[in-house]
């Protein structure tokens, strides 16, 4: 939807800003035109970052360095995000709260953290404030980010997507390309209690998570997550969510081993059982790295 809404916004307006002046926008428009602006920013960001994580995945530096590493684009940021505070305009913050995160920017943490952890006294963040700050918080491999990560899939998280969005944010911290963390066994625990969470993303971003670090905890929730049937029965029936889904029980597979796992890969690589080639392709690729593991 977001998307859409940018596309649509750029083709009324003809407008073509560049990142820097989207941001001044935002710090100095009118209020239609901040809000607007916050909103095309938070997308060129979430943009630039994925390719910029694509090449590094690959081994390759990114073609230019990323605009939003820019120490002075990055102050600007959080200049902007505590106007909007000031001003009281929710939607700027949700918008400036995930550029921040996608950003990488260390000086965002804290105020990332404020919105979902108040200091005690303070007034507690609406629920989809604290949503946007909780996917800002998934963008970083940081210590801080990690405790974060961790109480957000804990069971005293009242908000279960908060809680799908830590263990996902700890699963990503298990990936060869997010070394800064590290997977450390205290949160073994944190991601074990979560296989008994009420809600079905965080027992399977949790099973997940614990795979890529070789514990097979949730090893009958990787099995039933590497068929379509079973995932409509747990609760995952978007069939982009299930896309993912397969996609992350795949690699948690491959992290575990195992004849029984292994079955189950090689049954989705056929065209019969799953329609999905992409995953098909993530299925050969696995079962390629599995004979020669």
Request: proline share 5%; hydrophobic share 45%.
């Amino acid at each position: 939807v977001v998307v859409g809404l940018f596309f649509a916004a750029r083709l009324l307006t003809g407008d073509d800003k560049s990142p820097a002046e989207l941001l001044r926008t935002v710090l100095a428009g009118g209020e239609n035109e901040q809000q607007q602006a916050a909103q095309q920013l938070a997308i060129l960001i979430a943009q630039e970052r994925r390719a910029a994580d694509d090449a590094r995945a690959a081994g390759r530096a990114p073609a230019a360095p990323p605009f939003y590493e820019d120490p002075e684009f990055r102050a600007d940021l959080r200049r902007a995000y505590d106007l909007a505070v000031r001003e009281g305009s929710a939607d700027r913050q949700m918008f400036l709260l995930r550029a921040m995160g996608r950003a990488g920017d260390p000086e965002a943490i804290p105020l990332l953290l404020g919105v979902l952890y108040p200091a005690a006294g303070a007034a507690p963040a609406d629920r989809d404030l604290r949503r946007s700050a909780a996917a800002g918080v998934l963008f970083f491999e940081d210590r801080r980010a990690e405790a974060a990560l961790a109480r957000m899939a804990g069971r005293d998280e009242p908000d279960a997507e908060v809680r799908a969005m830590g263990t996902s944010g700890l699963a990503l911290l298990g990936l060869p390309r997010f070394q800064g963390a590290g997977p450390d066994g205290h949160l073994l625990p944190v991601l074990r209690d979560a296989l008994d969470d009420t809600h079905s993303g965080v027992r399977l971003n949790a099973a997940y998570a614990l795979a890529l670090r070789g514990d097979a905890a949730g090893r009958h929730l990787i099995e039933r997550s590497l068929d379509r049937v079973q995932l409509d029965e747990l609760g995952v029936r978007d069939p982009g969510m299930q896309r993912a889904a397969l996609a992350n029980a795949v690699r948690a597979a491959r992290a575990l081993g195992g004849d029984d796992l292994k079955a189950r890969v090689e049954r989705l690589t056929e065209e019969a059982h799953e329609g999905d080639d992409a995953v098909r392709q993530l299925a050969r690729a696995a079962l390629k790295d599995w004979r020669n593991g």
